[in-house]
């Protein structure tokens, strides 16, 4: 019998070790490669809109952003950003903006406005000579592109007497290049950029390669448990986790007396009184067990993944799902109208978001 028992363990020791050695053997294996840059910039070309000019160069460039942010470079990822960009320029490095001279000169004179600036001196202080030689009224009218306007602004801010008076350090052109992303997005993940930079990062933003590596950023640089890529569409045009916090607030919407607007805002951060959104999870501060200073932190990782995992969200979901009977969702278009003085008609934010994801979808049957 102890014959036996001795075979039986000896066996199993064998058998460990067969095991063992066939797992080591596995992990030495050879991983499957990535694409290489040339094969992901000749898919890159392939998906590209017929519209496209200069397909290497849109293609190299996107490439470089995908590569420098280790992002997949999948084919629905790729036409995740061919899409953005189709919608935002239109495979224009530089896009047009009919009328933005126009724009530009209106908001001046409401900025002066609110400043009390009489209309006057903004007068005189454009009919100064800029570094151009022109003045800086002549250079506003011919502007056709952000890039000009924004290049305008700067030198008006830096020269003009009235400059600082009316915009401080703050250009008013804000977002721009290809993907039309923001100036203050690309000023905080500067860090990461892949190209030698003469200018400034806002400078940057409006050639080709840095919108395209920002937009890529803005668009695909943050983790999400989303389950259509629309959704990121419509966090690109509202801002991160907006499609997130916008189903948040839907869920509130079935336990709380007020009517929340669906803009994916959790926190009014340009006041120190809370939002009316916070101002709802607070009235249900018993039922959750929790008080206002927990609810406040919790509401204030809104634009973070992490908010998923705090008691708030949880709970919320859950009272609003015993209500509803159902599950309900994580993420929906958020209920924002698109305000711009170069949107000429009524646009919302999931209007973008479906627009585009039109786009993927094209791009997607042409792989």
């Not at 392939?46 to 942010?69: C, H, K, N, T, Y």
């Not at 419509?234 to 009517?259: C, E, I, M, P, W």
């Amino acid at each position: 019998m102890a014959d036996k028992t001795l075979k039986v363990r000896a066996s199993r020791r064998t058998g460990l070790a067969l095991t063992l050695l066939a797992l080591a053997a596995c992990s030495h294996q050879p991983q499957p490669a990535g694409p290489t840059p040339e094969q992901t910039r000749a898919d890159i070309e392939r998906l590209l809109p017929p519209s496209a000019s200069d397909r290497r160069g849109w293609a190299a460039d996107i490439q470089v952003a995908f590569e420098a942010q280790a992002l997949k470079p999948s084919t629905e990822n790729l036409c995740a950003v061919i899409a953005v960009i189709e919608q935002e320029s239109n495979f224009q490095a530089d896009p047009q903006v009919p009328g933005l001279g126009r724009i530009a000169r209106q908001e001046i004179d409401r900025r002066a406005a609110r400043l009390h600036v009489p209309g006057f001196v903004v007068d005189a202080a454009l009919s100064l000579d800029s570094p151009t030689g022109k003045t800086y009224a002549q250079r506003i009218a011919s502007v056709r592109t952000e890039r000009e306007l924004s290049a305008v602004f700067d030198d008006f801010i830096g020269m003009a007497p009235l400059g600082q008076q009316l915009f401080g350090t703050f250009n008013p052109v804000h977002t721009g290049g290809p993907m039309q992303v923001a100036v203050a997005f690309a000023e905080q993940h500067s860090r990461a950029y892949p190209y030698a930079r003469d200018g400034t990062v806002r400078q940057e933003v409006f050639s080709r390669q840095g919108g395209v590596f920002y937009g890529t950023a803005h668009l695909l640089g943050y983790p999400t448990h989303y389950p259509q890529l629309v959704y990121r569409f419509a966090d690109y045009n509202a801002g991160h986790y907006a499609s997130r916090n916008a189903a948040f607030q839907a869920a509130l919407n079935r336990l709380v007396k007020t009517r929340l607007a669906l803009d994916g805002d959790l926190v009014d951060y340009a006041s120190s009184a809370a939002g009316q959104t916070e101002l709802a999870v607070r009235s249900l501060g018993s039922r959750l067990n929790m008080s206002d200073a927990q609810i406040h932190d919790a509401l204030t990782q809104g634009e973070q993944l992490s908010f998923e995992d705090t008691e708030v969200y949880r709970r919320v979901f859950a009272l609003a799902e015993q209500v509803a009977g159902r599950p309900l969702p994580r993420a929906i278009l958020p209920g924002i109208t698109l305000e711009s003085p170069k949107i000429t008609r009524h646009l919302t934010t999931a209007w973008f978001a479906q627009r585009v994801d039109e786009r993927r979808v094209r791009c997607m049957a042409r792989s």
